[in-house]
């Protein structure tokens, strides 16, 4: 892997202890971002893992394990698990102060408070910067014109995640959860990050590789799986959330899995493999809706969509 000229221009501060917060999940991306910026472009790197308290239990072991073995630090940043419940709550009760069309609203405002939360922690231990793992497409995704690896493009995609954190603060601050309860409201004021003066970097706007070259590296560093897949069938993982409740609410329309259009553009880019596009191509709306997973009840939302339902 060489560096990238333009990135490496935007990378020239350096921190008190560490000079980049990497968002880490113990997925491939997040876990090569590490070697990336670790071994490549050498900055000392701090892993930061945001548990939202609905992670799948059996990812520590393997999330842990990879920054062990490659003797990087990691810090496990946990916001509160009834925080998060009451965010999901409300993204579901009142979609309507969130919903876009053709998005996972859900996933991408907590990946956003995920984000900040990291940001937060960064300013608090005097690090400059935030790697984040989205790649070039998922940063063009809903753009009317695709980001250019250029200069300007990290900037541009900074901002563009300020505002939509900003949006989604003012959702929060309209909602019942927000109005009714002095522990969320509180969550939900801090996230602001407008002062923090912690840059966010994209480096997969300025590298892109394919599933499997990031697979074939991390795992020649010791990554495992972090969701009991074999490794070449994984392609990407998430929480308790993503997998059970998600796949419910599409059914419903609530949401669209805005991924399944990043899956078609990288085949058709040859960055994924032709199995992607039965993911890209399924119609979630044609099956018939389940909502007795105990996570709709712990989410105090089984009652709300039943209703929908009937």
Not at 46 to 65: L, Y
Not at 124 to 151: C, D, F, T, W
Not at 221 to 247: A, L, Q, T
């Amino acid at each position: 892997m060489n560096k990238n000229g333009i990135f490496e221009e935007i990378i020239k501060k350096r921190g008190k202890d560490y000079d980049v917060a990497v968002m880490y999940s113990g997925g491939k991306d997040s876990a090569y971002l590490l070697y990336l910026l670790r071994d490549v472009y050498k900055l000392r790197v701090k892993a930061c893992i945001v548990d939202n308290g609905f992670e799948n239990d059996f990812m520590w072991e393997p999330m842990r394990s990879f920054v062990e073995i490659n003797e990087i630090p990691l810090e496990i940043i946990k916001p509160g698990k009834e925080n998060f419940a009451n965010l999901f709550n409300t993204m579901i009760t009142e979609a309507e102060l969130f919903k876009r069309e053709k998005t996972n609203h859900i996933c991408f405002i907590c990946n956003n408070l995920l984000w900040a939360s990291v940001v937060k922690y960064a300013c608090e231990n005097e690090i400059p910067y935030v790697a984040s793992g989205l790649s070039l497409m998922q940063l063009s995704s809903g753009r009317p014109y695709p980001l250019e690896p250029n200069k300007m493009a990290n900037s541009i995609a900074e901002k563009s995640t300020k505002v939509i954190l900003n949006r989604a603060i003012a959702a929060f601050q309209q909602s019942n959860n927000y109005a009714t309860n002095e522990e969320f409201k509180k969550f939900i004021d801090g996230m602001s990050i407008e002062k923090s003066g912690v840059k966010t970097i994209y480096p997969y706007i300025y590298h892109q590789l394919s599933i499997e070259e990031l697979k074939e590296k991390i795992v020649s560093m010791g990554w495992k799986s972090p969701n009991r897949v074999d490794v070449k069938d994984y392609i990407s993982s998430g929480c308790r959330i993503m997998k059970y409740v998600i796949p419910e609410l599409e059914k419903i329309g609530m949401i669209t899995l805005n991924e399944r259009e990043q899956a078609k553009a990288m085949v058709e880019s040859g960055l994924a493999d032709v199995k992607e596009l039965e993911f890209a191509s399924y119609d979630a709306t044609k099956d018939r809706p389940d909502f007795s997973h105990e996570l709709f009840k712990e989410l105090k939302v089984d009652e709300y969509l039943k209703s929908l339902k009937d």
